[in-house]
């Protein structure tokens, strides 16, 4: 395709095509720090294609796809440019990846052990590890958490952090400016602005450690702990997998582990600085 | 382009070996794109391949593996439901049977064949089994009872798999009649409860479904199942068989487009054989379609191999008045 960029998040190289040069010029800047690959065999190809021959030109329109892809996939604006990237990488990782159990939570590491936070969207889990790691934990993914099939240590996928509406303020409060991508007014989330990691979260992208509290974050309502069930644990977490079906025994086996030995609990709070106040504290309680 | 470089890596699996990253990468983009990542995956030999791949192949035998244990419960589901035995057809036939063609292949629906005055019956059983409708679109239901050689998709409500319930191989107003009580009548049982088409047919099935019905989407694959399938049939008997369907020049032509792509050595290829393969190669190393006029062509003579001209001006004008566009 006429722009490319290849590179790589984790365990997994991806090739980016477009027909326009904004988006892959937008990856450039903020994935700088990441290893390049574009000498080594891609595991994932991502395409930015017009959604009709007039669409590259007028009203610019993007279909996204690759080697995996839906069908009906909603075309976005060329503004929306380096969004259409993100959603394609993760798209290709939901739908294809077969060497961890991938999770749709977001996760942090601290003392070599790994807090992992699932969720629906807008429950805050994103939002949480963007500040976390920002204050001393080592961000590992806001979208994606890796469990490896053999050994159940949570491997990192440190893609840029997609940070929406109210959240956008207070991380750019925290974060340098640098790190920081352009404000993508009016997506179908609304408000969204991405946020480079910090270097030690790309240099050590590669590490897995062993995961050691669940939790599960819900913002807006007075502060509460739960204590959630390991039945409750594993029927919401196979929801929160694109691939248990697709992994099948291995899967089960990954998850039941994990299940059976990572606490959980359901969090809910009213604001951020709470949300933070909450984690660190059921973090130093498990000694 | 990659559609040559994937029919190369297929017929001769060693080539690979000459590939560098970028090669690499746009092989398994079109192998991806033609659903013949996994059939690839069985063909090459790990040690030639760098380090970077074993895990992509890897990967792809696993998907392919489960497909066929997931084919194959299906088949299983539904001669439970129907309580005789099940003529498969397409992939979960080649798995079951244990065929080369059906090694790392793809399997999307279940496909089987019930003699045509058994459709009614066989509907309804599926469907208090949890099968339901999935075109709810009165005009396609309308069109699929009248005019096709299946009943519309059935999806399981339960397991998400979707059946296709033949009673021949090629839509009614096609100009060829396959004669599918031949097919029934022949049918090689493989267990108490499934059972699948003789070799010929096997191969009469597939030529019928590339080169007498379609457009050749998806093709390189559909074409790399007649190659397998051709191993194990007696020519004689083929061209035999093919006649009485009605297909004798379309397996004549599949037996040459096959040799020419994976086999080697072949019959010289006509002019039209020529352009079929320039369709079929329509792949590059992004895994796009390419030759877009070419393919459009295609699209249009799938049209009319598949009705007579009134009729198709009718369907495809009620198409488009429910918003089709075909590109």
């Known amino acids: 395709m006429r722009h490319q960029l290849s590179l790589k998040i984790g365990p997994a190289s991806f090739r980016i095509g477009s027909a326009w040069r904004e988006p892959i010029e937008l990856l450039t800047k903020l994935y700088a720090d990441y290893p390049q690959t574009s000498d080594e065999v891609s595991d994932f190809t991502v395409r930015l294609e017009p959604t009709s021959l007039l669409r590259r030109w007028v009203r610019p329109s993007i279909f996204i796809t690759g080697d995996h892809g839906l069908a009906d996939a909603a075309p976005m604006s060329l503004s929306h440019g380096l969004l259409a990237a993100e959603m394609g990488m993760n798209l290709q990782m939901a739908l294809g990846w077969r060497r961890h159990l991938l999770l749709h939570a977001s996760s942090v590491e601290k003392d070599g052990r790994a807090l992992v936070m699932t969720g629906e969207s807008g429950s805050g889990k994103s939002t949480l590890a963007a500040q976390l790691g920002e204050r001393g934990w080592r961000l590992m993914g806001d979208e994606f958490a890796l469990l490896d099939l053999v050994t159940g240590a949570v491997f990192p996928f440190p893609r840029l952090v997609s940070l929406k509406n109210g959240a956008i303020d207070v991380i750019a409060g925290e974060a340098p400016a640098e790190r920081m991508g352009p404000l993508l007014a009016g997506t179908a989330k609304g408000d969204i602005r991405h946020l480079a990691p910090r270097a030690d979260a790309v240099t050590r992208m590669e590490e897995g450690v062993r995961p050691a509290l669940l939790l599960f974050p819900r913002f807006g309502h007075a502060e509460a702990v739960r204590l959630v069930g390991q039945g409750e644990v594993f029927m919401r977490l196979t929801q929160a997998s694109t691939n248990y079906v697709a992994l099948g025994e291995a899967g089960f086996g990954a998850l039941t582990r994990f299940v059976q030995d990572v606490p959980a609990r359901a969090i809910d709070f009213p604001s951020g600085e709470a949300a933070i106040a909450l984690v660190e504290r059921l973090w130093e309680e498990l000694g | ?327």
Request: charged residues 25%; positive net charge.
């Open chain 2, 1 to 327: 382009m990659s559609g040559v470089a994937l029919v190369r890596a297929l017929r001769e699996p060693g080539t690979v070996a000459k590939l560098d990253a970028a090669g690499w990468t746009a092989l398994i983009a079109a192998a991806r794109a033609e659903r013949l990542i996994g059939t690839l995956a069985f063909r090459i030999d790990e040690a030639m391949t760098p380090a970077a791949v074993r895990p992509i192949l890897a990967d792809a035998r696993v998907d392919a593996d489960r497909e066929a244990r997931q084919a194959l419960w299906e088949a299983d589901r539904a001669a439970e439901a129907l309580g005789a035995p099940v003529l498969l057809l397409k992939g979960t036939a080649y798995v079951a049977a244990g065929l080369a063609a059906g090694e790392g292949r793809f399997i999307g629906d279940l496909d089987i064949l019930v003699p045509r005055q058994m459709m009614n019956q066989v509907e309804n059983i599926l469907n208090a089994a949890g099968w339901e409708w999935v075109k709810q679109d009165a005009y396609d239901d309308a069109y699929y009872r009248q005019w096709m050689h299946e009943l519309p998709p059935m999806i399981h409500r339960e397991r998400d798999r979707m059946i296709d319930v033949h009673h021949t191989i090629l839509p009614l107003t096609a100009r060829q009649r396959p004669d599918a009580e031949a097919m029934l009548m022949d049918a090689v049982s493989i267990t108490e409860r499934l059972s699948v088409l003789s070799p010929e047919d096997m191969v009469c099935h597939s030529v019928a479904h590339l080169l007498a019905d379609g457009d050749l989407a998806g093709g390189l694959r559909n074409l790399w199942d007649i190659h397998c399938l051709l191993d194990r049939v007696d020519a004689a008997r083929l061209a035999e068989r093919a006649k009485r369907h009605g297909i004798g020049k379309h397996v004549a032509q599949a037996q040459r487009l096959a040799a020419a792509l994976y086999g080697g050595q072949g019959a010289p290829l006509t002019l039209w054989d020529r352009v079929i393969v320039w369709r079929l190669l329509a792949r590059d190393g992004w895994g796009r379609e390419t030759r877009k006029l070419l393919r459009f062509g295609f699209y249009l003579r799938s049209h009319w191999l598949r009705m007579p001209p009134l009729m198709l001006a009718r369907h495809l004008f009620t198409k488009w008045r429910k918003g089709h566009r075909p590109i």
